[in-house]
């Protein structure tokens, strides 16, 4: 079971990147997805969630209006548009499967994660 994520480049401030993350060995629709990044010298943090459903979603203050969390549950995999970035959005983008938490919409219980991806994001 194992799921990666792609799309990762170098990008100059206000660019646009589009990350996908698919699975092997699991069925992606049947969870929800989170997105977290990992910046150098911080902690991880989750960016975004969707839930199985593609019906509730999740984004930390940071990325709302400039982030879209979306899934083709036909095609297994879910996306991350990541537009207007800015050096601050540098890191690791890792995504993982789980369930949602009805209470917030993070996701939670995350069993199973993919490698990462690196974002940089140049001023």
């Known amino acids: 079971v194992q799921l990666q994520a792609s799309g990762g480049g170098l990008v100059q401030a206000g660019g646009s990147l589009k990350l996908s993350c698919g699975g092997s060995?699991?069925?992606?629709?049947?969870?929800?997805i989170g997105w977290f990044r990992q910046a150098p010298g911080k902690e991880r943090e989750q960016i975004s969630c969707?839930?199985?459903?593609?019906?509730?979603?999740y984004y930390t203050d940071s990325v709302k209006g400039r982030f879209t969390i979306s899934r083709d549950n036909a095609d297994d995999t879910v996306y991350l548009q990541m537009n207007s970035l800015k050096p601050d959005d540098t890191a690791v983008y890792y995504c993982?499967?789980?369930?949602?938490?009805?209470?917030?919409?993070?996701?939670?219980?995350?069993?199973?994660w993919g490698e990462g991806t690196l974002v940089t994001v140049s001023s």
């Open positions: 969707i839930s199985s459903s593609g019906g509730d979603i």
């Open positions: 993982a499967a789980g369930f949602i938490d009805m209470d917030d919409y993070r996701c939670v219980g995350l069993a199973y």
């Open positions: 060995g699991l069925t992606l629709g049947y969870y929800a």
